[in-house]
């Protein structure tokens, strides 16, 4: 579904990814693991169009027969358009906004009233707390559930690839617990995931296959319970636990 071929970006005059390959493919949840200021958030705003690659492409391919579109120039928009939607760090939630109006932003590209409402109402389902609390002020929700409304806003753009930026930071263990399950019920709904995260134990448990991001550039990558064994990885991110 996503292909990104040697891609080089900077920051000012930071060089932040430093030819970074790597592929998601259909139906996959996909995690990207590395330390502060590896890269990772730079990588999901180069794959949603608000950076861009000086050198390296970057292609889409919506559905599994469908050509391949290359994406690594197109202004963000547009890519949101073809079904790539972007839960960012830090959640970006409208706090004085209520919850149902944040939902409802996440489908500012989308004309179909009916079917926005329904989505609306299935995202409410999947995330009780969203439908309980909808006419509230989101500011007044806690951090998880801020999160849940992030996700939940980010589907309401119908995406077949949902990226993630440290959706668990800050999060207490058992609210994680919770929205990793709804990510794996989300992508067993058909939607595929990027997932990036501080938080490789979390990650790995969820993906199918991972990538290790140090300094700008994948340094390990492989199917998650590899990497999990993996001694390297083991020490670097997993707290060398047994
Ligand atoms: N707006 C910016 N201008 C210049 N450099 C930046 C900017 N934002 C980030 N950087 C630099 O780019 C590098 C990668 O940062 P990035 O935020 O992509 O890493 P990250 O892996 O998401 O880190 P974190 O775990 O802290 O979220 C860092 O060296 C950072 O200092
Ligand atoms: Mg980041």
Do not use: W
Not at 10 to 30: A, D, K, M, N, P
Not at 213 to 226: C, F, I, K, Y
Request: glycine share 12%; aromatic share 4%; net charge neutral.
């Amino acid at each position: 579904m996503l292909r990104v071929d040697d891609i080089h970006v900077y920051r000012g005059r930071t060089y932040v990814l430093q030819g970074v390959s790597l592929e998601v493919g259909h139906g996959e949840i996909v995690a990207l693991i590395g330390a502060n200021g590896a890269g990772k958030t730079s990588m999901l705003r180069t794959l949603s169009g608000l950076l861009h690659p000086r050198r390296g492409g970057i292609f889409f391919q919506p559905h599994v027969n469908a050509a391949e579109i290359d994406i690594g120039r197109m202004p963000a928009e547009q890519i949101v358009r073809l079904g790539v939607s972007h839960c960012p760090e830090g959640r970006g939630i409208f706090s004085r906004l209520s919850v149902r109006e944040n939902l409802l932003i996440g489908a500012y590209l989308r004309a179909d009233k009916n079917d926005i409402e329904a989505d609306c109402q299935r995202i409410c389902r999947m995330f009780p707390i969203l439908g309980e609390r909808a006419r509230q002020a989101a500011g007044s929700l806690s951090g998880g559930e801020q999160e849940m409304l992030a996700v939940g806003r980010a589907l309401m753009g119908r995406p077949k690839l949902l990226l993630l930026d440290e959706p668990s930071l800050g999060l207490g263990p058992l609210i994680v617990e919770t929205l990793f399950e709804i990510l794996a019920a989300i992508n067993a709904q058909g939607v595929t995931i990027l997932l990036v995260e501080q938080n490789a134990v979390m990650a790995l448990a969820l993906a199918h296959r991972a990538y290790v991001l140090e300094t700008g550039r994948v340094t390990l990558s492989g199917p998650s319970q590899a990497l999990i064994r993996d001694e390297n990885v083991r020490d670097a991110y997993l707290g060398g636990a047994s």
